[in-house]
């Protein structure tokens, strides 16, 4: 198997890329989760969250922000690894099914376009202030918040590097 192509092929860069897949998906009554995030240096944290919400349905959809998303959320020495890198790391994860980049600050029209049928983020975040709870609830669907894995975290990474 080429594991590269395989790998690669699990990357959107538009939104509309995804019209196919999303219509074939929800033709087999597959649950669609959705998570979106920065995902700058992939830790511990991250692969436990990823899993956790991963295991919520049976297609797991991951929003990026790209690298311009990042720089403006997080500041100008951010990030520290770029969006096709970041993006790569995450589609090599065995359950993870694709990966939209987003220019946006927020993936509002990702949500909106994707409707996916759970929309998951930290429990960091109360349901009602997820971004897309309107549209993902409108429709039905489920929003779930996942505990965070203590002691891991990128600015904690970061600050132990420096």
């Known amino acids: ?5 395989f790998i690669q092929k699990k990357i959107v860069y538009r939104k509309e890329d995804l019209f ?16 979106n995030g920065c995902f700058d240096i992939l830790h511990r944290g991250h692969t436990d969250y990823l899993a956790k919400a991963a295991s919520l349905g049976s297609k797991f959809i991951i929003g990026l922000n790209t690298d311009a998303s990042v720089k403006r959320l997080k500041g100008k020495n951010r990030p520290v690894n770029p969006e096709y890198a970041r993006a790569f790391v995450l589609a090599s994860l065995i359950y993870t099914d ?11 029209e990702l949500i909106r376009y994707i409707q996916p049928d759970i929309l998951v983020k930290g429990s960091d975040y109360s349901p ?35």
């Not at 694709?98 to 509002?108: A, C, G």
């Not at 202030?129 to 002691?151: P, Q």
């Open 98 to 108: 694709k990966i939209i980049l987003f220019e946006e600050d927020t993936p509002l």
């Open 128 to 162: 009602e202030n997820i971004i897309g709870y309107d549209i993902v609830k409108a429709k039905g669907g489920k929003i779930m918040t996942i505990d965070l894995t203590e002691g891991y975290s990128t600015t904690s990474i970061l600050d132990k590097i420096v």
């Open 1 to 5: 198997m080429d594991y590269f192509n």
């Open 20 to 35: 196919t897949t999303l219509n074939q998906w929800r033709f087999k009554e597959e649950k669609i989760v959705f998570t």
